[in-house]
């Protein structure tokens, strides 16, 4: 079996829930009683978000990389990152990393085009909305990806920031999320909607409403990933 490496603590609280998620789906594949080897490198939330505020997407690439080889050096056979915000990178970062990277972003569109989504919509970080990593993705498997009007962007960037990051998770910030995404099934008439930051699986991960499927990406990305331990 192989051992899975974590880049972590991007945020905190789904790193946390990435083990936790990560335990559960491997119980679900073995049933004999044993646990997946795991290693978790938790780095410095400030210090990749001050970098990719401040454009310095080389920076950001580099400092992941580094932690990566960490990884690597550890004993991990191929890896992740525990965040959306990050892939802002990821090409970078498979090129020249020394073990296979999964992307959530891939297994994302994967999973949107296997419920036959045309049209999604994604929220996240303003980075996630505003970049065009997950963009240039779908686009090549023809999903058109819609965001939320710019007001609306802040709103999430800045709930996602100072609440969910923090573990804070407030039914008023629950129902304007929602609110956001039944304007966006009203607008752009989407089928679905990817939750583009992993800690909105906190708040948002056992949605049902809006008549649409609700893509957690976290969760997504872990069933990849548990997939490849025996490939």
């Known amino acids: 079996m192989k051992t899975l490496g974590i880049i972590g603590g991007t945020g905190p609280e789904s790193t946390i829930e990435y083990y ?4 559960a789906a491997y119980r679900q594949e073995k049933q004999d009683g044993s646990y997946p080897p795991i290693i978790i ?13 401040a454009d310095q997407l080389v920076e950001v690439a580099q400092y992941l990389l580094d932690e990566i080889k960490r990884l690597a050096r550890a004993g991990a056979d191929l890896g992740l990152l525990a965040s959306n915000t990050p892939h802002i990178v990821f090409d970078d970062l498979r090129r020249h990393s020394p073990i296979p990277l999964i992307s959530i972003v891939e297994s994302a569109c994967d999973a949107a085009k296997a419920l036959g989504i045309t049209t999604v919509g994604l929220i996240g970080t303003r980075f996630t909305m505003q970049g ?10 023809g999903i058109t990806l819609v965001v939320p009007e710019f007001d609306e962007q802040e709103y999430i960037h800045d709930a996602y920031m100072n609440e969910l990051v923090k573990g804070i998770v407030l039914p008023e910030t629950r129902k304007r999320l929602l609110t956001i995404v039944e ?3 009203k607008r752009e008439h989407i089928e679905g909607v990817i939750l583009g930051g992993t800690e909105l699986s906190l708040i948002l991960g056992d949605v049902t409403a809006c008549g649409i499927p609700f893509l957690d990406t976290a969760k997504i990305h872990v ?7 025996w490939s």
């Open 20 to 23: 936790r998620l990560i335990i």
């Open 223 to 229: 069933h990849c990933a548990v997939a490849q331990l």
């Open 132 to 141: 065009r990593f997950y963009q240039d993705v779908f686009s090549t498997q």
């Open 41 to 53: 490198n938790s780095i410095d939330l400030k210090t990749m978000l001050d970098l990719i505020g």
């Open 183 to 185: 304007q966006l099934v």
